[in-house]
């Protein structure tokens, strides 16, 4: 979903104020006058990485899974005026093993993440853009040596962006 990346240091644009340090922009797909689009799935298992164990701190994981997906499709609404793009993807991930206190770890997490542009050419000399960009997470945790304590943890962002470029005459 992402275009170009920019990382600006020292010496900055004055469309940058006065920022000091340096200035990341990230430019997102926007679509175009081409349907376009991709749909891409990643798995990685217990047997496909080395031992981390000892990294997450588990005395054992008996088995672990990524399993990752999504999309994006890209296109005209109205061509040479609406275009639009969307992307999802969804990363879902399952622990199972014994902790270091003996008690069984039980934990299915789910992050999401989801972008919706849409882009107007209003004339020669305005542009309007909104946008969409959300983050749903949650992870389902069983990891106490009781088995007594589940908890559903739910985090997430979402960014609502409108924008008008033009040239004032």
């Known amino acids: 979903a992402i275009e170009s990346v920019e990382l600006f240091t020292g010496g900055l644009p004055a469309e940058y104020g006065r920022a000091t340090g340096g200035v990341v922009n990230v430019v997102t797909l926007s679509g175009g006058n081409e349907f376009h689009g991709s749909l891409p799935i990643y798995n990685t298992d217990k047997d496909l990485q080395r031992d981390q164990d000892i990294d997450q701190g588990y005395a054992a994981i008996s088995d672990f899974q990524d399993l990752e997906w999504g999309g994006s499709l890209g296109g005209p609404v109205v061509r040479d005026h609406l275009w639009f793009f969307a992307a999802y993807n969804r990363l879902t991930r399952t ?3 014994i902790n270091s206190n003996d008690g069984i770890i039980e934990r299915d997490d789910v992050y999401q993440e989801g972008l919706l542009n849409l882009n107007c050419q209003v004339n020669k000399d305005n542009k309007m853009k ?19 304590v589940q908890a559903l943890l ?11 470029t033009g040239i004032l005459t």
């Open 130 to 148: 909104a946008q969409y960009a959300g983050s749903p997470a949650e992870r389902d945790i069983h990891d106490s040596p009781s088995q007594d």
């Open 95 to 97: 622990i199972e093993g």
């Open 154 to 164: 739910e985090a997430g962002d979402q960014l609502w962006k409108l924008e008008w």
